[in-house]
């Protein structure tokens, strides 16, 4: 009986660590636009929404959605974002702040984790795939040159879209 209910804990704790990664991934990803955008144009005007779905938490600069997946970085209002290279600063925010992530992500795979106190070796090794792995994926969708088809970001462009159009702008603002 111990052996079975220590098992569904551990699959309670795997979901809500699933569902903790997705949150965290796709607010570092919006934080990296708003970093990006902050250090081009020193404007504080921003805010942020992660997930989509019914809406449990907002405050000034944040909304957070029940399903993680998705996000929107909103910057206010700002006559410098017409200028090429403070529109690419804030686009190109978003998918370095996930390489950034990423990047530890990988290496910890490659490092054999150990037994902790709270989680099984396996389990530890489930949970550093997945967030590898849906980074990953965070990064690839949002580079890739498309429109969103679905969710939070519906009839939108990715970063990756919006980057090209900017790099293929011929105007003197750079």
């Known amino acids: 009986m111990k052996?079975?209910?220590a098992y569904i804990i551990e699959i309670i704790l795997y979901i809500i660590i699933v569902w903790l990664i997705g949150y965290i991934s796709v607010l570092i990803h919006e934080t990296g636009h708003a970093i990006g955008f902050m250090c081009a144009t020193k404007s504080r005007d921003w805010?942020?929404?992660i997930g989509s779905g019914r809406k449990i938490l907002e405050s000034k600069r944040f909304t957070v959605n029940l399903l993680p997946f998705g996000g929107l970085f909103k910057p206010g209002y700002n006559g410098q974002m017409s200028i090429k290279r403070n529109k690419l600063s804030m686009l190109a925010?978003?998918?370095l702040a996930t390489l950034l992530l990423l990047i530890p992500l990988i290496l910890l795979r490659i490092v054999k984790p150990g037994e902790t106190d709270i989680v099984s070796a396996g389990m530890l090794k489930r949970i550093i795939g997945f967030a590898s792995e849906y980074n990953l994926v965070l990064l690839v969708v949002t580079v890739l040159p498309f429109s969103y088809p679905f969710g939070v970001n519906k009839g939108m462009e990715s970063d990756g879209l919006q980057i090209w159009?900017?790099?293929?702008?011929n105007d003197r603002d750079k």
């Open 165 to 169: 159009r900017q790099l293929k702008r």
């Open 93 to 95: 925010g978003g998918p």
């Open 3 to 5: 052996i079975v209910l």
């Open 47 to 49: 805010r942020i929404t």
